[in-house]
């Protein structure tokens, strides 16, 4: 997965229902260049940034989500491989059960409308 493919599926995440003109507003850049950035097109750094930025302040309206990032990067330097393979198969396990119980919770949801 490239790193624009990954920026906006982790802004898509955190804004799933947000429209052209709301991504606009947010991140600052032209409506008709976010258009061109979601079929496809090219990033610059700039907007590479702005949406980075967006993504950046959301997440550090938790403030777990800072406390995590500075173990994780201490744990890099100074855990064993070992070590760091148990962590990342239990946020494995945690991040899946957690997309499993959403898409469950989603299914119902569609099939109790219809």
Same mark, same amino acid.
């Given at each position: 997965?490239?790193? $624009?493919?990954?920026?906006? @599926? =982790?802004?898509? $995440? *955190?804004?799933?229902?947000d429209? *052209?003109?709301?991504?606009? #507003?947010?991140?600052?850049? $032209? %409506?008709?260049?976010? !258009?061109? *950035? !979601?079929?496809?097109? #090219?990033? =610059? ?5 702005? !949406? &980075? ?5 959301? *997440?550090?309206? +938790?403030?777990? @989500?800072?406390?995590? &990032?500075?173990m994780?990067?201490?744990?890099? !330097?100074?855990?064993? @491989?070992?070590?760091?393979?148990? %962590?990342?198969?239990? %946020?494995?396990? =945690?991040?899946? +059960? =957690? ?6 919770? @989603?299914?119902n949801?569609?099939? #109790? %409308? #219809?």
């Amino acid at each position: 997965m490239s790193l $624009q493919t990954n920026i906006i @599926s =982790k802004y898509r $995440q *955190l804004y799933p229902n947000d429209t *052209l003109r709301e991504v606009s #507003a947010r991140t600052g850049i $032209q %409506i008709t260049r976010v !258009f061109r *950035l !979601f079929s496809g097109k #090219a990033m =610059k750094v700039g907007e590479l940034e702005a !949406f &980075q930025t967006v993504i950046d302040r959301k *997440l550090g309206e +938790n403030p777990e @989500s800072h406390r995590l &990032q500075r173990m994780l990067d201490e744990a890099m !330097f100074i855990l064993t @491989s070992s070590e760091l393979s148990k %962590i990342n198969a239990y %946020i494995e396990r =945690k991040v899946l +059960n =957690k997309n499993v119980s959403r898409l469950y919770v @989603s299914t119902n949801i569609e099939n #109790a %409308i #219809a």
